[in-house]
């Protein structure tokens, strides 16, 4: 009866946590990484009903000539899926529902392995709720890069691998069962955000490795590590997931294959490192001082919370020999493994961790921003709290049955309890949210989706790559002027420019020319165009008759802004057809200011 109302406590917990971080401005987003992924869902449902399936290229998205794009961050899950909810209804919010489903598939998941691993019960959904919502790094990431969000792949890959290595450690038995499972959720893993590929790829050699030198050991000691015998109504049902999936990915991967090779090498360099300090933050402190540093920049967040490093400390010591433990052997892959996770994130000179790691490591390279390493942390620590339980259980039983112990046992559980309640008040932090696109502004967009012309040119507009390439060069308004890809969700047209999480110099070449050089330095300089600015921009719009309309934001390219500015475009495009606003930055729970307007001229000069 406990563990049922535990485990219902739990889904209606994961429900609550889930609600609490709603959109409050429905979908889709209209700042930077707010919209990339929705427009990533609008590109490929808009090339899949062109050609029947994924492409990876902006021909029919970009103006005023297509570029390719293999490096937005594209995932099945989040693309191929999204794509086909956007042809049903672009305001439905795909993201938040799928990261609902993620929720409770890894409410789902982690819980049926915990059980498998022996656990009691009652305990395997009070710790399976915790580790799902428990994850602060997650929580500032929400509706940052939410592509991250959904991270069941995460959980699955390192709790069945506990669950091997237990079977392996405690009961010398490799699991080909468990193994063939395995290769399931690797393949599985490829419908996720690039960067979990190369992590979990790590985490599987790591743990093989381990298992091999401990047979090797075993076999010199004389000690007999049994196969599992398989049949094959058992490894029926893994190898057709097997087959399918590499179906699914051939379809998707083989044409992202052929677009990478076509733009030749990617920067992929490090950045954001992590503070140690930050790593095992006491969050509970924050109750009585204000911290220098707060938790408001989703790529520094890496603290998990003394809720985590209490019961870790826990578990090592109780797993030592001396304490008549079977020694740290019992977690030592997932020791390994969070020892190089924290060196990655946190060690940023000399890189050599980092460098061997992303020179031997498949598909690491993509891990660039070393803070990340944040989103693994609490399944980490906890597969690690999980397989020390019998011993944690044995030294809680010892202490609770000594009576002159248990008045001190029963305080320091108190003072636990109360400390995991003040951090995982955390989650309560409103979320990076934009606010609805204000009535007037959708309205303006849609009488533009309606005018004739197939493209809108934005002032400004912004070349991007998350990598660094093109930035400085065609992006000097980043990153309130990617504003303008993003308005394409609602009016339809091709736009200038593009934000895309890697970009190659190539990528560079569409501007690298007149009349945008002129462009792009009135932006950076913020000021308005000169008279010879005119003059190309005036011819440019002569030769450019697919264009719509033109949409200028003062507030982000200050210069236009000017009263002798604005006196200039009224002169060469007249008034303006429409005008309305928008914000350029998430803010917390979706308050703020940040408001630029938007003006929308004609796409002709007056003679």
Known sequence: MKAKILFVLGLLLTATYWYSVKPVGGYPGYAEDMCFIDMGRHMMA???????????????????????????SWSPESHWIGAKFWDWSREFPFQWAFFGFSLLATFLGVGFILLRMGLPAAWVWAITTAVVIFHVPRHFKIWHHYEHLPEHWIYFCLFLDAWLWQRFYRDRVW???????????????????????????????????????????????????????????????????????????????????????????????????????????????????????????PETVVTIGWFYWIPFIAAIWFLRKKKRGPGIGVAAPFLIYLAIALLYACLNHPLIVQQLVRALIPFMKFFRVASRWGLFLPQ??????????????????????????????????????????????????????????????????????????????????????????????????????????????????DVYGLYSARMVPANCENYNRSPYWSWFNAWRAQRCFNSADWEQFCSYLNQHTELSAILLYPEIWFGAASPDCQAEFRRHLGGPLGEASALTAPTRGGQGANLTRIQWFAPHCIP
């Open 175 to 297: 699991s080909r069962k468990l193994e063939l499972w395995r290769v399931v959720l690797g393949l599985g893993t490829l419908g996720s955000a690039g960067y979990f590929w190369g992590a979990l790829i790590l985490e599987w050699v790591v743990v093989r490795a381990s298992i091999v030198i401990l047979a090797v050991r075993r076999r010199k000691a004389g000690i007999e590590t049994k196969l599992e015998p398989i049949s094959g109504l058992q490894a029926a049902l893994p190898l057709g997931l097997i087959a399918v999936f590499c179906v699914l990915w051939a379809r998707w991967y083989l044409p992202l294959f052929a677009e990478v090779k076509s733009g030749g090498e990617v920067s992929q360099g490090l950045s954001w490192f992590a503070n140690f300090a930050f790593v095992i933050r006491p969050l509970w402190l924050e109750f009585f001082y204000t911290p220098a540093h707060p938790l408001d920049t």
């Open 46 to 72: 808009q090339e899949i009903q062109a050609s029947g399936h994924p492409k990876f290229n902006t021909q029919h998205f970009m103006a005023p000539e297509g570029m390719s794009v293999p490096y937005l």
């Open 380 to 493: 980490i620590v906890t597969v690690i709290i999980v397989l020390a339980w019998p011993e944690l259980s044995r030294a809680w039983v010892s202490v609770w049955s000594a009576p002159k112990k248990r008045p001190f046992v029963i305080a320091g559980v108190f003072v636990f309890a109360v400390m995991s309640v003040a951090e995982a008040s955390k989650l309560l932090t409103p979320v990076n949210m934009m606010p609805a696109l204000p009535g007037e502004t959708v309205q303006m967009l849609e009488k533009i989706r309606q005018t004739p012309g197939t493209a809108v040119l934005d002032l400004p507009f912004c070349v991007a790559g998350g990598n660094g390439v093109c930035t400085d060069q065609q992006c000097p308004n980043y990153p309130a002027a990617t504003i303008g890809v993003c308005m394409r969700n609602w009016h339809d047209k």
